[in-house]
């Protein structure tokens, strides 16, 4: 999984809207493996390339776990990697990371122990967990496949973990597929004093099997969304839609999106979110560089000022920076 597409992304060059605009960039990823590899230097490229970007949230993505020791302490290595990347970039004076999302199996009698790990190596930077319920065997070609058995947010278990999470003042981030939103919105009932958050809309699938289905998914997505949404302890995340398991084919072009075919495509998937959650609980993310496959951090970022544009100033505030730095304690 490489992300170096710089040529091609740069292709598509636009003038910033509203430069002034403070941002919070509540969903972004490090890797240092050769093999799938965005290290800060090529993040700071993507957060200084025009937008107002003042502070982000790292999320977990199994980056650098440690290589010896227990098995269930092997995600700390990752709240240290980016622990230390996090003051590497405070120490450059810009924009730079401001919390961190770790991982850990919340099934594991140790859980405990893991969380007091993660925040003794975060330095005061550890804020919550992502334990993904994702999965899916249509056999979809998927760059990103979820791994989580099956009927995860079921387990009993796992529930009590979620529930320790709110016991702790913790927040518990996930991603998951379309057809899994039922499942979740079982989840949310049953641990009523953690904060859900939900990330990448649900993930709608536009691949494989469900790429002629899109519509419909689209219809039971909508019905899903506004039962979810009453939940109030669930927060949105808006974005990661661009992905190539979404389906739109963009990363396979001659040429990436400009931001108004980007808001052609998704306007309505991110109105019905801020319409049934309201823009108090939802915040624009970039998952980057995952959807660095088929947009440039700039135009999305256009993308989601032209979508933000009809709402009031306060409900714009509150997508590009309030909910995020309420959320994540910024």
């Not at 799938?36 to 025009?50: A, I, K, Q, R």
């Not at 939940?231 to 992905?243: E, W």
């Not at 808001?263 to 624009?284: K, L, N, P």
């Amino acid at each position: 999984m490489v992300f170096n597409n710089s040529e091609w992304l740069a292709q598509v060059q636009e003038e910033i809207i509203d430069p002034d605009r403070e941002i919070i960039d509540p969903h972004h990823h490090l890797w240092p493996q050769p093999d799938m590899h965005y290290n800060v230097d090529e993040f700071l490229t993507d957060l200084t390339s025009g937008h107002n970007v003042k502070q982000t949230v790292f999320m977990e993505c199994g980056a650098a776990y440690r290589q010896d020791g227990p098995d269930h302490l092997m995600p700390v290595g990752e709240t240290e990697f980016v622990t230390a990347a996090a003051k590497d970039m405070k120490a450059r004076g810009g924009p730079y990371i401001a919390a961190i999302i770790g991982h850990a199996d919340l099934r594991s009698a140790d859980l405990d122990e893991v969380l007091d790990a993660h925040t003794e190596a975060a330095d005061g930077l550890f804020r919550g967990i992502r334990h993904a319920g994702s999965r899916d065997t249509s056999g979809a070609p998927l760059r990103i496949p979820g791994r989580a058995p099956e009927r995860l947010y079921a387990d009993d278990e796992f529930r009590q973990g979620v529930a320790r999470l709110g016991e702790r003042g913790l927040t518990y981030d996930t991603w998951h597929y379309h057809h899994q939103n039922q499942d979740f919105l079982d989840l949310a009932r049953a641990v009523p004093n953690t904060t859900l958050v939900l990330d990448h809309f649900g993930t709608p699938i536009g691949v494989g099997p469900y790429a002629e289905q899109r519509e419909e998914i689209f219809a039971k997505w909508k019905e899903d969304v506004a039962e979810i949404a009453k939940c109030p302890n669930v927060v949105a995340k808006l974005g990661g839609l661009a992905m190539p398991d979404n389906g739109w084919g963009w990363h396979e072009r001659d040429m990436p999106p400009s931001s108004d075919e980007f808001v052609e495509s998704q306007q309505r998937w991110y109105d019905h979110m801020i319409e049934c959650f309201g823009a108090g609980r939802c915040m624009f993310e970039s998952n980057f560089p995952v959807d660095r496959w088929s947009i440039s951090y700039p135009v999305l970022w256009n993308g989601l000022k032209k979508i933000a544009a009809k709402y009031s100033e306060v409900e714009q505030h509150a997508l590009f920076e309030v909910t995020a730095r309420r959320i994540y304690r910024l």
